[in-house]
């Protein structure tokens, strides 16, 4: 099973620049669907965007147009670039991973139980 990490995490003003890395271990994840899930304080976990074996992605309409999903398999690697941050996007952001698909029937990218591997987290924190 994969092992994930992610790094990047910062308390920042809004309309600024983030990036979050996800660095694997114990396997490649060039067979493994990706994703990047948030949680903000009090709130429930939810998925911000998915990439499938193939690069296709896909975004919550919350940070459509805002955030990229990329996956590096060479450097096995998630990354997601966030650019004009809003408060609204304070939270944890955890990178998870699933073998079961090369491409997740839409009605569960954004599900939690669709990915058997986390990593612990990395917190953002935007001010307005």
């Known amino acids: 099973q994969v092992q994930l990490v992610e790094s990047g995490g910062a308390s920042v003003e809004s309309e600024v620049t983030l990036r979050l890395s996800c660095a694997a271990s114990?396997?490649?994840?060039?067979?493994?669907?990706m994703a990047w899930f948030r949680q903000a304080p009090g709130k429930e976990r939810e998925g911000v965007a998915t990439i499938d074996v193939d690069g296709r992605t896909t975004y919550a309409d919350s940070v459509k147009g805002r955030f990229t999903i990329s996956r590096d398999n060479a450097k096995n690697t998630l990354n997601l670039q966030m650019d004009s941050l809003e408060p609204e996007d304070t939270g944890v952001y955890y990178c998870a991973a699933t073998e079961k698909y090369t491409w997740i029937p839409p009605t569960f990218r954004f599900s939690a139980a669709t990915y058997d591997s986390w990593g612990r987290g990395t917190e953002v924190t935007v001010s307005s």
């Open positions: 114990g396997a490649n994840i060039r067979s493994y669907c």
